[in-house]
């Protein structure tokens, strides 16, 4: 270890900035003084076992489990629910590889038209769909709303009277919210004719370029669709850290929206496209974190089955909704589970859920403060590297400045956890330090953050409690005066301590 990390003072006299300062490829590495956390994690991501994280806040709890998340290989697997024509309010799940996966987008690319460039198309065409200008003919991508050659609104179809005086701008994308009267359309069905027959011709926006389908591609498409309707549920590319606070069941285990004309065969949505997944099924294959885990309450125990069946169906969570009726077995939900809480709600996380963490993963405590050594400063000084870098909007620190966030970190540790020689992990406090130290030295111009623009980021990042002492003497005081005058005749607190009624025999009135 003394090797990786070079003796403290040496390294500083040996930089110019903390710009000097590697930071390590390896996210895990990130993570300083957490080693046995790292080290469980690492485990954990190779032999995808389980964790609980305990300890206060700010102490790396979230960076473990996404430093975990990226140690883990892609998922390989998409999750596909398929219609059921028998029954469609039971549709099917269908897992795919990769090969399955590019096989399924290949027989939809084969229904699809060719695309076109906008200006090839019929001009009302592009006018419609957004590309081209109506008022100076300049083409753009209908993501634009204004024109860049004359800067007025696009909008192909005037905005009917009565609708929002914002209706023209309502064209973003032509998705959710393309109303009737939105400017411009995801799409225009014409007729055409060719060699003597008129034809049925759907235009379609596709990016830079307009998407054509003719009358055999739109047969194709709709066969397409017909042989096997499917959504993807949990597509193949995702990431595989899936970050849950857990605030619903719904947002936990899934859904089935409602859908006002239920499951009627032309008018409805058919059910298989109204399910949603919840974060157990779209961290399949990655990490599941929740933060806060007794937050979740009497909710734990579905984490638990999740666990241990590692599939999970998918059901209408409200009952008064057309989505109640619907339900998907055994849809996957293989995940490597994250818990963080800290040390005082520990008991409110159930303890078979404890149990299962324990009987296939690892509970650990983190630490709040590390060894006052060498090897410690230097992994600090990496520290201040990396939230320099992260925020983005403060420059490096220079030695003197290091030094002085070091000394910080000792007297911290000293203070809050009662550790002589020894540097503080309360890091999301340390990094608040350095940002407000950071903006004083934007302020003043440094090119790197001093030593002064420390002391006077000490100085304002005080906690409001002791900026309370300082002003008012103790709390009590400060709640007194901190009354206003319609405060003051019904406040029972501020009539019995202010001066004002002492020694008067007017009651509580
Ligand atoms: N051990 C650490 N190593 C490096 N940076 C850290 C560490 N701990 C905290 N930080 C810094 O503080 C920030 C907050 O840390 P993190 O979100 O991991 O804390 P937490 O323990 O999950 O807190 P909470 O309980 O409030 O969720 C991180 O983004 C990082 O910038
Ligand atoms: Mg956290």
Redesign the pocket.
Known sequence: MTEEYPIFSELLNSIRSTKDIEIPFIPLK?????DEAVDLAGLAASQRRHLLLV??????????AQALALNLLRPTHEIQIVHNPENPERPFVEVKDAEGVSQDRENQESAEGEIIDPKEAPATIAEKLGYKCVHCGVYSNYHDRTCSGCNKTKAAIPVSVGSSPFADLNNKDGGADSSPETATQERVITTRKRFGNEEVVMFERAGEGIKVLDQQALEKRREVERQSPRKILVPLDRKPFVFSTGASETELLGDVKHDPYGSHPELGIPPYERVVAGAIHEAHQGVLFI?ELPNLGPIQRFILTAMQERRFPISGRNPQSAGASVRVDDVPCDFIFVG?C?IQDLHEILSPLRSRIIGSGYEVL?NTSMPDNDENRCKLIQ?IA??VI?DGRIPHASPEAVQAIVEEAGSRALSSDGEKNALT?R??DL?GLIRAAGDEAVRNDHELIQNDDIKNALKRSRPVEEQIREKYGSYFNAVASDVSASHRSTNPYYYWNSQEHKNTDRGYE
């Open positions: 990130r993570v300083i003084g957490q300890g206060p806040p700010g102490i790396g709890k979230s960076m473990v933060d963080a800290n983190l520290f990396q939230e992260m992990l890091l999301r990094g």
